[in-house]
């Protein structure tokens, strides 16, 4: 039983029959057994929650950022009619809206209601529970009950920088030899010959096709496909930092509304929510770091966490790396395996990334640095890129990953890449108080140790990008270009 609105209303004029009555005690339980009698015969011409039946419709996936439907049917099997508030619980990170919804069921028949989700962190949403307050003819008083409804949407990472996929498939074209620049290296396959022209490399010449002609030949050489690349996603604590600003949300606006569908097992999606304003192209190369400052677009709100950064520039490099033929396995890590994926083909690939993706959350753990370099050596037989998406903390670094990434690099290309704070940098340029100055101080130490803990990965062999948030995803994928390029790969 749940007393309206109406009951208090009640009671409020009861105060004034009260005041002015010759006998306030008599007046008092007058107005009480008045009030209480109302609300006794509201609540017995209520229709009953209990006999109501529920069931749920609507989407499954949504990207984050943009919205999904979920439909309530309520059937009324009962006698009387139902007619109040329904109440569909659903986790504040789930956005639902509206929260409370009108109902109004005649005896026999279902209605549908509608809630909107517009989720603001990725995983799984779940709603269990739907509660019903069914009024009173009066509006006085309502019958109250709750109904167990699971229902569960998953939220993928919305995947912003597939923008930039197009021009960078042109770069792979280019490579591949479908335009007429050619590479070469130790790691190239041989796709041609072709008379000498000046300028190629001596060591191309073909002696043996050239002993058979009047001219000079040499070999063109192409990317080799097939080959292997394993992403790591490192799901320690500091990946759980945020950096950037919210992509897509002005100042004073919400994310915006797309389409339901999300990218489903088809690995289709729908209208992607707006990215932060960057150039196509833009990116850092392979082996320098980029300079980081916010972007001009984005308002500096709390951002997203490095690892939902990181997990923007994995889904790109998977779609590059699968588009030229190599074979792309996942692995998330922190003190276990958290997820992992292999043998997808190109056209699930990465349905299968954002699903493996979206109920990861950073732990607040330190990331068993040594436990992820033998379950890479366990999975990983033959010599491969190996991708690790981690932060450039020195002292996370010094004591985790440095010691053990030797025996890593010895059998595999590694290619570790971070994503820098843009405040670091504002912070640098401080000047003009105190404070500011202290701050300043402060930030240009972080730029100097992440300076110094890129120099000694290099000393080890390990090709590093370290980027602005919104800049990671092409550099990472300029990386494996030029490492495609130089034969490396």
Known sequence: MALTGRAALLALLGTLVVLFAPRPGAAVA??????????????????????????????????????????????????????????????????????????????????????????????????????????????????????????????LPPFLSRRHLPAKLSRLRELEG??????????????????????????????????????????????????????????????AGRVGGVPGSPAGQGPRTGSSGGLGPSGSGASTPPGPSVPAGSSVPAGSSAPAGPPATVPMMPGWPRLDWSMDAALLLAALASRAGDRVDFMAHDRAVRAWVSGAGRTELLSSLVNAMAPIEAELVEADSAGMVAAVMARAKRRCLVVVLTDLNAAALE??????????????????????????????????????????????????????????????????????????????ADAYLALKAAGRL
């Not at 996603?233 to 500091?238: F, K």
């Not at 300043?440 to 803990?453: M, N, P, T, V």
């Open 178 to 239: 479908r335009h007429p620049s050619m590479v070469r290296g130790q790691g190239t396959e041989f796709d041609s010959l072709r008379e000498y022209v000046v300028g190629d490399d001596v060591r191309s010449i073909d002696w043996r096709a050239t002993a058979r002609r009047d001219d000079v030949v040499v070999r063109t050489w192409r990317p080799e496909r097939d080959r292997r690349v394993l992403i790591v996603l490192d799901t320690g604590r500091t990946s």
């Open 399 to 476: 004591e985790g990953l440095l010691p053990v990434l030797p025996r890593l690099s010895s059998r595999h290309l590694v290619l570790l890449a971070a994503v820098s704070d843009p405040q670091v940098a504002a912070m640098a340029a401080g000047r003009g108080t105190s404070e500011l100055v202290y701050g300043a101080a402060a930030a240009e130490r972080l730029i100097a140790d992440r300076r110094r803990i890129t120099a000694r990965l290099r000393r080890q062999g390990v090709e590093v990008v370290d980027a602005a948030p919104e800049q990671l995803a092409p550099a990472l």
């Open 30 to 155: 007058g107005v009480a057994l008045l009030i209480a009698a109302l609300a006794v015969v509201d609540l017995l011409l209520a229709g009953s929650v209990r006999p109501l039946r529920f069931t749920r419709a609507g989407d499954r996936l949504v990207r984050l950022g943009e919205s999904a439907t979920v439909e309530l049917i309520v059937e009324n099997p009962g006698l009387r009619r139902v007619r109040g508030l329904v109440r569909d619980a659903w986790p504040p990170s789930a956005g639902a809206v509206p929260r409370h919804l009108p109902l109004d069921v005649p005896p026999g028949e279902r209605r549908r209601l509608v809630t909107t989700l517009t989720p603001t962190r990725r995983g799984d949403r779940q709603a269990v529970t739907v509660t019903v307050r069914a009024l009173g003819p009066l509006g006085i008083a309502a019958r109250q009950g709750s109904h167990r409804v699971p229902w569960s949407v998953r939220v």
